[in-house]
């Protein structure tokens, strides 16, 4: 399994804010980075914009924060669930976390 995904040294974190296309704030951006540009299968960083002062508790922040590998076919499942709020991005962090290689592949398995 690989480890937990960070966020390069140096960048702020109101950058991740402005990296983000979208306005309908969703509050992830998927980031090509360095492993995806040099290991295969091609995964994305997904990277909650979610930060500690916006959080009651650390444990808030632990289960809607951080960031995982994602597939890139799993972005559209993502995406959708999230606009609808029919999931946030700590179900989709849970699935990377049980993954064996700590990817996002989607749920239909």
Partial sequence: MRSPPTCEPG???????EASAHGEGRGVVYLAD?????????TLLALSLLTRDRCE?????????????VM?????E???NLMIAN???????D?????????FRGFAG
Avoid: C, K
């Fill in 34 to 42: 360095r492993v995806t540009m040099q290991e295969t299968p091609v």
């Fill in 11 to 17: 960048t702020p974190q109101s950058g991740w804010h």
């Fill in 78 to 80: 993502m995406n959708a």
């Fill in 87 to 93: 999931l946030d991005f700590g179900d989709f962090a």
């Fill in 95 to 103: 699935a990377a976390r049980n993954d064996p290689e700590g990817v």
């Fill in 72 to 76: 890139p076919y799993g972005i559209h």
């Fill in 57 to 69: 508790s650390d444990e808030e922040f632990e289960a809607y924060g951080g960031a995982f590998r």
